[in-house]
């Protein structure tokens, strides 16, 4: 009898476990992997990060929109959201522009509402700059962000598929912003970046 009460304890235990996880993944937490360079050097790949899903507000966990939408993102937040063109992707990408906002880029220069963007945070790995009838990468717009809508870009702007070449971000797909790194794995090196674990996103 007390074999058979610590075992129903045990898997009592387990699945009270088991359902807190999916709780609070469904609504405030969730884990991410980085698995390319659009974010470089803010986000390298082999980056674990966690984002915070309740930043904006409380999503429906079971199709992309919000119960609650308690704000809209900052300029220059780091967002995780719904890819718009497949639905089955996540991105990650910083946000530029909000809605009402007009953005342009002229050579390589970002302006909202006419106002040059100081970026730190942006890598360049091409002296080249192309024209705008040639790639939208270097000379953009200028465009009016729809409503409901933001305009997202990737820090490594040479080599980053982002709003330049699909288009807006629907605020409903957002999943949540960027938190902390807890894990970075250098898969070139074969080692673990322990300078990079704990490191706080911005």
Known sequence: MDIKNKVFDWTKSILLALLLALFIRAFFVQAYKIPSGSMIPTLLIGDYLLVNKITFGIKNPIKDDFFYLRRLPNRQDIVVFTYPVDQKVDFIKRVIGLPGDTVKIVNKKVYVNDIPLDEPYVQFTDLQVYPGDVSPRDNFGPVKVPEGHLFV????????YDSRFWGFVPIKYLKGTA??????WDSERGRIRFERIGKLIK
């Open 179 to 184: 938190l902390i790194i807890y894990f970075s």
């Open 153 to 160: 870009l990737g820090d490594n702007r040479d080599q980053s």
